[in-house]
């Protein structure tokens, strides 16, 4: 089945501790992307990816860091978790941002609490 | 900078009648223009989407219109019912022009409320 997994699901944890949030696709998609939704603001761009070794910064890059090393994975990092990136944070993939046989497939999201 | 705005950021309608939603966009080299629906609790999900060598696509109750002189796009949903409730998320293409990429960004979401 085509795919987008994220985990985990549910997180929470201490300021200041670092995490991963894994992302993994199945269907060969070039695009990758991670976002954040928080109420009122709709989904906001992280970080993302055209391809292995190709990242870029989104629209809300600070705090975070991201790797594309292999094609199906694409981990976001937190080195150092503050109260402020508590939020839901989807992984996304697709062939290209602007390909229409090619929408973005979203992963279940991860609900993530800095306390 | 570049960016996508949708309007309005809640809508309330009487079930069956119609409900739209409007967003516009800066790049004027974009040319797809999908709309994802997020029921409560889900991930978004594509409901329909338009290039922008056409006007306007239809898919039972649901079309977009795009109007690219004006740079914006709408969701037309006729014959409302409760499971159209949902937050609504237009989005767009928008080239980074000094790396060459291009990233897909996201209106703030409509939220839809369908009353019986």
């Known amino acids: 089945e085509a795919q987008v997994t994220q985990n985990p699901r549910y997180l929470i944890t201490v300021t200041g501790k670092k995490l991963t949030v894994t992302c993994s696709q199945n269907m060969n998609h070039e695009y990758m992307s991670w976002y954040r939704q928080d109420p009122g603001l709709g989904l906001r761009q992280i970080y993302y990816s055209m391809n292995v070794e190709v990242t870029d910064k989104g629209d809300v890059p600070e705090g975070y860091k991201v790797s594309r090393k292999e094609k199906r994975n694409f981990p976001l990092i937190l080195e150092s978790p503050s109260p402020n990136q508590t939020s839901l944070y989807f992984c996304a993939s697709s062939l290209s941002p602007n390909r229409a046989d090619s929408p973005l497939h979203f992963g279940n999201g991860t609900r993530l609490t800095v306390t | 900078g570049e960016n996508v705005e949708q309007h309005p950021s809640t809508l309330s309608v009487q079930e069956g009648d119609s409900a739209v939603i409007k967003c516009t966009y800066s790049d004027s080299a974009s040319n797809y223009f999908p709309w994802y629906k997020q029921e409560l609790g889900k991930r978004p999900q594509l409901i329909i989407d338009i290039r922008s060598n056409v006007g306007e696509k239809k898919d039972q109750r649901i079309a977009v219109t795009l109007n690219k002189t004006a740079k914006h796009f709408s969701l037309h949903i006729t014959e409302t019912q409760p499971e159209d409730s949902a937050v609504y998320f237009c989005?767009?293409?928008?080239?980074?022009?000094?790396?060459?990429?291009?990233?897909?960004?996201f209106g703030t979401g409509t939220r839809l409320t369908i009353i019986p």
């Open positions: 989005a767009a293409p928008i080239w980074i022009s000094n790396f060459g990429n291009e990233k897909l960004t």
